[in-house]
């Protein structure tokens, strides 16, 4: 088969085709070897990335005046004016320049998205291409297969992805995935066999991950996600009003999920049940208002690093402290242990990490991302240009997202940055193909 049966040529907006090849090489180098040969992948990343903007800037009219540019702008605006402060307030703690790309990074998918074209067929190659990926990586990094041996026998792997928080993430968010597209996987056409098989491995790989990840976040998002996306398949129609989902592929897919679900639980159960319940304790005194006397444990550096951090909030409301402020928290904190601070440079939060570093007005830009992208997927999707799995996805992903940016901050490490831009690129090249159909059709 020629590549253009599985690449589609823009299908939205004019790229001249050497320099859409070009990109589009880039795309797939970093989405496939991003965490299978990070070296590798970083660079086409970075190529990808300021190609990509560039390319929007000059080419992408209709497109460059749009929300995610002036976002882009906010963000880099509100950085240096936080650096801006901080410098004249206490240039000791602020770094020579301001890290623009602390924020900035958050929107790689503006290039993601200019090199998918506008095409769904694209998007689900890119999506299916990192997942083989990080597949792969399981064998490759770390201590390779030996990893998965490690996690049968009891213990907490992360397949060398930074630690087991972000192996787990990352697979948690493949099994949603695999969730969501259990329809179009099992769905009646060509390489059926093959598409079956495919799911039922990525399915079974990816519920044994997580559960070997022993990462309670990814738990909780999972458990409380992968309900509503089953609900969602049960009640959807067709315009005829037919299911939209054959019930007999839903039950025989949650069948198959169940049984990987409580055999490997049955194998790791001695390990799950104590993960769950080591801190069952620290839980009841937190219940019971008792935070002080909560002690330094997973849980509980996590509940005194965020004392911590708005103590430094209150100080510094609006704009915060600087790019440096999670180490600042950390650092100069008087009454954390230096055992903590030894070991721990972040605040196990996303979200109180942008406000202890850029304020109100930092948490603000972060809220309107996350509106712009839901409005402009939702837009999308009631255009008919996204395919309403696709759009179930991504609001699948937001929920997930949110809650383990909760307990640990994904968005601040390359890992996490992977993911969003990988999804939402996917998602927003829908939205530009809409709205330019939308211009076209205004005449």
């Not at 996987?185 to 059926?192: E, F, K, S």
């Not at 398949?233 to 299911?243: A, M, T």
């Not at 849980?299 to 999670?326: D, M, N, T, V």
Request: include cysteine.
């Amino acid at each position: 088969m020629k590549p253009q049966d599985y690449w589609e040529y823009p299908v939205a907006w004019r790229c001249p085709k050497s320099l859409a090849a070009l990109g589009a090489i880039a795309l797939l180098g970093y989405a496939f070897f991003r965490l299978l040969w990070p070296e590798v992948g970083s660079s086409a990343e970075t190529g990808m990335a300021v190609l990509g903007l560039l390319s929007v800037l000059i080419l992408g009219r209709g497109i460059r005046n749009g929300g995610a540019l002036w976002l882009l702008l906010a963000a880099i605006a509100v950085q240096v004016l936080s650096w801006w402060l901080g410098h004249m307030d206490h240039p000791q703690w602020v770094a020579d320049n301001p890290k623009v790309d602390r924020l900035a990074k958050l929107f790689i998918f503006i290039a993601v998205a200019w090199w998918l074209g506008g095409s769904t067929r694209n998007t689900l190659v890119l999506w299916c291409l990192a997942v083989v990926g990080l597949l792969l990586s399981t064998v490759v990094q770390g201590d390779g297969l030996n990893e998965w041996v490690r996690g049968f026998d009891g213990h907490r792997v992360g397949f060398g992805v930074r630690n087991g928080q972000h192996g787990a993430m990352l697979f948690g968010i493949v099994l949603l995935g695999m969730a969501v597209f259990t329809p179009r996987c099992l769905a009646p056409g060509r390489r059926r066999i093959a598409r079956v098989i495919g799911w039922g491995l990525v399915v079974g790989l990816s519920a044994i991950a997580v559960m070997i990840g022993q990462t309670r976040a990814v738990w909780l998002a999972l458990a409380l996600v992968l309900p509503l996306v089953l609900l969602v398949w049960f009640i959807s129609r067709r315009r005829d009003g037919r299911p939209l989902v054959s019930r007999r592929v839903l039950l025989a897919s949650s069948a198959v999920l169940l049984v990987v679900v409580v055999g490997a639980g049955n194998l790791l159960k001695e390990p799950l049940l104590e993960r769950l319940n080591k801190e069952s304790s620290v839980i009841g005194m937190l219940l019971d208002g008792k935070i002080d006397e909560v002690p330094y444990t997973s849980i509980g550096i996590r509940i005194h690093s965020w004392q911590a951090a708005f103590e430094w909030i209150e100080k510094r409301p609006l704009f915060g402290w600087g790019g440096e402020a999670r180490g600042l928290v950390m650092d100069h904190t008087e009454w954390l242990p230096d055992s903590v601070k030894d070991k721990y440079g972040h605040l196990h939060n996303y979200f109180i990490e942008i406000w202890v570093a850029y304020g109100a007005v930092g948490l603000a830009l972060i809220a309107a991302l996350a509106v712009w992208i839901g409005h402009a997927t939702w837009q999308a999707w009631r255009g008919g240009v996204l395919p309403g799995d696709m759009a179930l996805f991504g609001a699948a992903f937001f929920v997930y997202w949110l809650v383990v940016n909760q307990f640990e901050s994904y968005n601040s490490f390359w890992t996490g940055v992977y993911a969003h831009n990988i999804i939402v690129g996917g998602l927003i090249t829908h939205y530009w193909r809409w709205q330019l159909q939308e211009r076209v059709a205004e005449g």
